[in-house]
Each structure stands twice: as structure tokens, then as C-alpha cells.
């Protein structure tokens, strides 16, 4: 694997996967394969960001992505701030961009930012002078997920051009599926979508996907199988009658995954709702599932975006 | 008023109702259009107090906008009457229709009133005002629909939103024709509608911002449609925007219906695309739609399907609109835009002057009952006198509006008002007219 240095990455922010070329998604998973192993010594951490700011600001709550992104700032030795803003105080009359003139005062090198409004990170990293990394807006994008789970499929396969990948579940109010078709198709991925029609984003088609309506037809022959999470408040007869009903037809279990390739592989973004879209067993198992290292890349990506997109800054060495 | 004698010289004269298109000369005298046409002070100068040379550009009735959100009373700090009024002056502007969304609801006689005379003590454009449909735009009581006319209530609405209730639509329908009443809906099915921001489609999918399915629209049309089938009246359907429902009012009116509608020039100017990165300022109700629910607007329009165009101004702070697209308020402003905008249809050659310019004049003034709209002896001297061909670029902050939320700033457009009159009083006028 070859590690450049000097990269021609030129983005200032990670706002989404749109945008970003190949060269650019190849240019960050080489990277994080250095960071995979750098977090697997006993001693984890660099002094890459020193005197560096990092602040994660959650407009919405998170433990598993702001944990992730913290742990990956101070591997690389940064100061990391959480600033986790409850919708509350919002109501009460500070806007998006109050809170973003107020915290750019403060000199954040970078903003990791989770906001549940698509388009939201976009508006803030207008008005702040650092890097900004969407963290996940709305319904729009998360980046730094579809990118983990580049990494994951990667280490395990290889290569992902050439693969098929079949994207399952509640497609329509989710970012990482989003993200995921972006990158996946930019690498050269046949994508699939199955979901209950309810469950699919308008116009679906239209993405350049095959779009399915029955696990069994849409899972034929593909390599991975991405679960998405579904929102309880979405189980229960707004969009899908029960959650009996829709484990029944659209839950991951072994029956089901048998229509794809012998040897395919199960992902999931998390937090699972076992026995909702995916059978526990399933997910537990070693040689099928790889939730558990998509975590661990998660952290090592995460690395790899922090790096990047200091470099300017660290280069230049001025503010 | 203004006492004494005015004459315009030199001025290519339009009226949208009898379709003249000539050169010729129009004489104001205590406020009133005496006498116009090819004919006029061709022998002689005229004895007059003032002489306006138009140096052969376009004199026409002044512009009837029938659909303006003004935010006095309540909201004085987006828009007042008077910041409307000089807005619309810089439009050519002389007349407009303000929705009943106020703070308070016009639902109430002393309401309507207070509008009324603050239009009359800002003695500049002439402002009617709807009345509510239902008390405080609820949608569940019918309002004083007997007493509000009587006040002088142009017609009734409950504004940016559907009267939802089918059984209300219809006892409002039925009773306000015993008035006569003019029943506006804003034709959007709100179950459908849901909590979405714009159109539903491959944009929206892109984006990951909810959608408003175009259907939402015609079911509502269709609805009304069979109601004013069973119990007569009057209706008008606000603003609308999609092939689906211009086909079913087409229909209806080629029935014998009473109904007619309206669109604004942002549905026939801009598609949904117009978001682009979530551009707040595209962010209207109901929502931009694809491209070839526009087309259809624009053919709507040359068929007269679509009878009125009216700007449908929406004035919104700052603070209402730099937020998250999810979170941004609806609306965009457009009393100094309509004009251009209405001449884009005759520089694209979608129709001719006239034609274009009776979207804005004579449908709205005999639709709405005002006076005005026409070029008549006798009748009110509310003009506007505009260079047809001038190119200029549209720029917000330029407006007189208190608010700037304008959808096509920094659109090159043709068309810019000279000057503009009511009751023979200039309220605008560009140097040298």
C-alpha cells in the first residue's frame, strides 16, 4: 500500500461523499490502514495534532460516533472538546449559526459536527474558519461511516470496484445509506436497494441502483449485505405495520441470507435492533458479520480525516 | 387625489382589456384618466399644470397583485404597510390584495378596519385585504363572511393554509354565496403534505429533505372542484403549480364552472433545482416543482387556464431564513419583481404584451371586483409606465421591502418601471419621468 505524504487531497471540509473523487476515497483508506495498526499497539498515540483544537458538537444525541471521533482525536494527540447541545437550548433562541460564530471565537482547528437537520453542517462550516466533518445531518450524509465501511469491506475482500452490494431497511430516512450508495458506486459497486416501498426514498431509481422490494430476488448472488437501523417510532404502523411483520419479510436472518453468495458478508452502521432487522445469532457470528471491525475502522478513519485535513494548516503553520 | 391636469406625451399606450396597442398621448385630470388615445393633443400644446414626455415607452394600467403576505399588524419588523407600499411603488404596483395572516387574524370587522385606514392615511398604494375563511385561520368555524364584505373584505382565504375540513369547505361555499363571495384555496392536502419542505422527487431523495408529493395538490383541486359542483359560488385556487391539477381545472372550467386560479412567477420562472445546496430563498409553499410541472404552468398560462398571476410576497427576516432548510420559513418576497417577471412571458414570446400584462390588470380586477386594471375615461388614474426592453439584474438588497428574500437575485431580466401613479399622484418616479 502506498503512503503519500504529500496528497492532493484539496478538500477544506468533509461534508459528504458527494464531491469526493476515486483518488480522493483511495488517497483516505491507504491512510487509515496505517492508523489500524498504530491503534492496535499498546501505546496508541501521536503527537500529529499537538496544540490542536478538536471539537465535537452533537446537536443530536450520540455515544458510539462521538466516542469514535473523540478516540481518534486524541490518538493523534489533539485537544478535544464534546459540546453536546440538546434541542432545548436551541428552542430557546440560539440559532445554528449563533452557536457557530460562538464556538469559532474559541479557535477550533477542526468541528466535528452532527446535526439532525440535512443541509445543517453545510450551512455552519459557511460561517467558521476551521475544517468542518459532518458527523451526520438529517437525513443527507455521513461520511466518515460510508468511508469505515469502505475500509472494512477492503481489508476483508481487497477491492470493492466489481462487488455487489446489497443496502437493506429504512433507506429513505437514512444518511448512511446515502453516503453508502455514493462512495460504493464512485468505487465502481453494483448497489441494490431492498427495502418495503414505504422504506425507499423517492425516485430511487433514478440513483443508478436495482432496486428491490423482496429479500430473496435482491439478495441473489451479492457480495455484502449493509443492514440499516430502523427508528422504533417508525415500527409501529407509520410506515411498517408491526415489527413482527417487517422481521418477517425484511429482517437479516440465515434462511434469507442464503440467497446470496456462499461466503457473503453482513454489515451494520449500529446501534442493532436485534431481532428487528437483523437475527442476533446472526449478528454475533465471526465468520459472517463484520460489525465489530467496522467499529474498530471507524476510529481509524477517523484518524485519517483529522490528518488530512489539518495538513494545510500544519504545513503552513499558521492559523 | 391630485387636482389638476396631467398629460403624458409620447406614450406607446396598453390596455390589456381592449388589446390597444398604439402611440399616443393620455391626459390625467383631477385624479381620473379624461381621455387618451392616438388622437389626443395632436393639434397644439396641451394646457396643462404638468407634461410628462415618455419618450415612447409603455403606459399601461397599474399592476393588481392579489396575493401579499404584509406583516402589519403583528410582524412590523419584516414588512409595514408603509414598506410594503413603497415596494410595490418601485414595482409599478397600484394595487394589492394583503392575505388575512396577520397578527391579529383578519377575521374581524375592527381588524379589516384598521387595515383600511392605515392604507388610507399612507395615502400610496391602494390596499384591500382578505377576509379570513375561517375564525383565526383554524378551519373549523366559518368566518363573519356577511360583515367582512360589508367592510370591504375582497375576498376570503385562510391564506398559506388549506381549509382542510371538507365539510366546513362546504358550508363556507355555501354560505358565502349568499354574499357573492369570492372562496381562494390554497390547494395543498395537508395529510399528504405532511412535514415536507419541498417537492417529492429525486432532488429531495438527493438532499435527504422530506417531500411533498405533487399529488397533495390536485387531490385538494379535485375535491373543491366537486363540492363547488353541488353547491355553487365562486372559487379561486391559490398559487398553483403542478400539470396534473392545471389539466382538472382546465377541464372544469371548459364545464362551466366558476372557478379560476392563479400562479406565481416563481412557478413558472424556477424549477426545483433551484435549492440547489439547500438554498433557503427556494424554500416556498407550495414547493418548487420539477421541470416539467413548470412547463406546464407556462402553458397553463398561454391557454389561459391560469387566468391571474399575483407575486405571492412572503417577507421573512434574516433570522427566519439562515437556518437549517428543514427549519428556514416559507416564502419569498416579489412586489419589485413581478413586473420583469410578467414581461419575461412576452420576451420569451409565450404570449403577446397585452396578453402577459392582463395576468396582472384586468383578470385580477375583474376576478377580485376592484377598480382599476384597465385604461377607461373616468376611472381612477393608476398607472405605471415602464421601459419594455431595459436589462437589468435583479438585486435584493437594492429593495425597498424590509426583507430580502428574494428568489432570483442576481437574475438578469428586461422590463424596469418609470414611474408610477395612483389616483394621478406619482409614487415612484426614475429621473426624467
Known amino acids: 500500500m502506498k503512503q503519500t505524504p504529500e496528497t492532493a487531497f484539496s478538500h477544506r471540509h468533509l461534508l459528504g461523499i458527494e464531491g469526493l473523487s476515486p483518488i480522493d476515497i483511495t488517497t483516505i483508506l491507504d491512510l487509515a490502514g496505517g492508523y489500524v495498526d498504530q491503534s492496535r499497539r499498546v501505546h496508541k498515540t501521536s503527537d500529529l495534532l499537538n496544540g490542536l483544537t478538536v471539537i465535537n458538537l452533537f446537536f443530536e444525541n450520540s455515544t458510539r460516533t462521538r466516542t469514535s471521533f473523540e478516540a481518534a482525536a486524541k490518538r493523534l494527540g489533539a485537544d478535544v472538546i464534546n459540546m453536546t447541545v440538546a434541542a432545548s437550548s436551541i428552542k430557546k433562541g440560539e440559532t445554528l449559526i449563533d452557536t457557530a460564530m460562538t464556538l469559532n471565537a474559541m479557535h477550533p482547528d477542526v468541528l466535528v459536527v452532527r446535526h439532525g437537520n440535512s443541509g445543517a453542517v453545510r450551512l455552519l462550516s459557511e460561517k467558521v474558519d476551521g475544517a468542518v466533518i459532518n458527523a451526520g445531518d438529517g437525513r443527507h450524509e455521513h461520511p466518515t461511516q460510508a468511508l469505515l465501511d469502505a475500509l472494512t469491506i477492503r481489508r476483508r475482500l481487497g477491492k470493492i470496484g466489481g462487488l455487489t452490494v446489497a443496502i437493506c431497511g429504512d433507506v429513505a430516512h437514512s444518511r448512511v445509506a446515502r453516503s453508502n450508495i455514493q462512495l460504493l458506486q464512485t468505487m465502481g459497486a453494483r448497489v441494490r436497494l431492498i427495502a418495503p416501498p414505504t422504506l425507499l426514498p423517492a425516485k430511487a431509481e433514478r440513483f443508478g441502483v436495482e432496486v428491490f422490494t423482496d429479500m430473496r430476488e435482491g439478495l441473489q448472488d451479492v457480495d455484502i449485505v449493509m443492514m440499516l437501523r430502523l427508528q422504533l417510532e417508525r415500527m409501529q404502523g407509520a410506515f411498517v405495520p408491526s415489527v413482527r411483520e417487517y422481521f418477517r419479510f425484511f429482517g437479516l436472518d440465515r434462511e434469507k441470507l442464503s440467497y446470496a453468495k456462499p461466503d457473503a458478508l453482513v454489515m451494520h452502521p449500529g446501534p442493532m435492533n436485534r431481532g428487528v432487522e437483523i437475527d442476533s445469532e446472526l449478528a454475533d457470528d465471526i465468520d459472517r458479520s463484520l460489525i465489530r471491525e467496522q467499529v474498530e475502522m471507524g476510529v481509524a478513519i477517523r484518524m485519517a480525516c483529522l490528518d488530512l485535513l489539518t495538513r494545510p494548516l500544519r504545513e503552513t503553520g499558521a492559523p | ?433
Open chain 2, 1 to 433: 387625489m391630485l387636482k389638476g391636469r396631467i398629460a403624458y406625451l409620447n406614450a406607446r399606450l396598453l390596455d390589456p382589456e381592449t388589446g390597444l396597442d398604439e402611440m399616443g398621448a393620455l391626459l390625467v385630470e383631477d385624479g381620473m384618466i379624461a381621455d387618451f388615445g392616438a388622437h389626443l393633443f395632436r393639434t397644439g400644446a396641451p394646457s396643462v399644470n404638468e407634461v410628462i414626455d415618455c419618450q415612447g415607452k409603455c403606459l399601461s394600467p397599474g399592476l393588481i397583485d392579489v396575493r401579499v403576505q404584509l406583516r402589519e399588524p403583528g410582524e412590523e419588523h419584516k414588512e409595514t404597510l408603509a414598506s410594503a407600499s413603497l415596494a410595490a411603488s418601485h414595482g409599478g404596483i397600484t394595487t394589492l390584495v394583503q392575505l388575512p395572516n396577520t397578527t391579529p387574524v383578519i377575521d374581524d370587522v375592527p381588524v379589516l378596519e384598521f387595515v383600511a385606514r392605515r392604507s388610507r392615511e399612507l395615502k400610496r398604494t391602494k390596499i384591500f385585504c382578505y377576509g379570513a375563511l375561517t375564525k383565526g385561520l383554524k378551519g373549523h368555524e366559518i368566518s363573519e363572511i356577511g360583515l367582512l364584505s360589508e367592510a370591504g373584505a375582497v375576498a376570503f382565504t385562510d391564506g398559506e393554509r388549506a381549509l382542510a375540513d371538507a365539510k366546513i369547505m362546504r358550508r363556507a361555499m355555501s354560505y358565502g354565496k349568499a354574499f357573492n363571495a369570492l372562496i381562494v384555496q390554497h390547494p395543498e392536502e395537508p395529510s399528504l403534505a405532511g412535514s415536507g419542505v419541498m417537492n417529492n422527487g429525486e432532488m429531495a431523495s438527493k438532499l435527504g429533505l422530506a417531500g411533498i408529493p405533487p399529488v397533495a395538490e390536485v387531490i385538494m383541486v379535485e375535491r373543491d372542484l366537486r363540492l363547488l359542483e353541488g353547491t355553487g359560488g365562486r372559487l379561486h385556487f391559490a398559487h398553483v403549480t403542478t400539470a396534473a391539477s392545471i389539466e382538472v381545472i382546465r377541464k372544469a372550467k371548459a364545464a362551466g364552472l366558476d372557478v379560476t386560479c392563479d400562479t406565481a412567477p416563481h412557478y413558472f420562472a424556477l424549477n426545483e433545482l433551484a435549492i440547489g445546496d439547500y438554498r433557503t430563498f427556494a424554500k416556498v409553499s407550495p414547493p418548487l416543482r420539477s421541470e416539467s410541472d413548470r412547463q406546464a404552468v407556462v402553458a397553463g398560462l398561454v391557454d389561459g387556464t391560469i387566468d391571474i398571476v399575483a407575486s405571492d410576497h412572503a417577507p421573512h427576516d434574516q433570522d427566519s431564513k439562515r437556518l437549517p432548510f428543514d427549519e428556514a420559513a416559507f416564502g419569498v418576497i416579489g412586489l419589485e419583481t413581478l413586473l420583469p417577471m410578467i414581461l419575461s412571458l412576452y420576451h420569451n414570446n409565450h404570449m403577446s404584451l397585452n396578453e402577459a400584462l392582463a395576468l396582472v390588470t384586468t383578470h385580477p380586477a375583474k376576478r377580485f371586483g376592484l377598480t382599476g386594471g384597465c385604461l377607461k375615461r373616468g376611472a381612477p388614474a393608476d398607472l405605471v409606465l415602464f421601459d419594455l426592453d431595459k436589462p437589468w439584474k435583479i438585486d435584493e438588497d437594492a429593495m425597498h421591502s424590509k426583507s430580502k428574500n428574494s428568489a432570483f437575485g442576481g437574475r438578469p431580466v428586461q422590463g424596469k418601471v418609470l414611474r408610477t401613479v395612483v389616483d394621478g399622484r406619482p409614487l415612484f418616479a426614475a429621473d426624467g419621468f
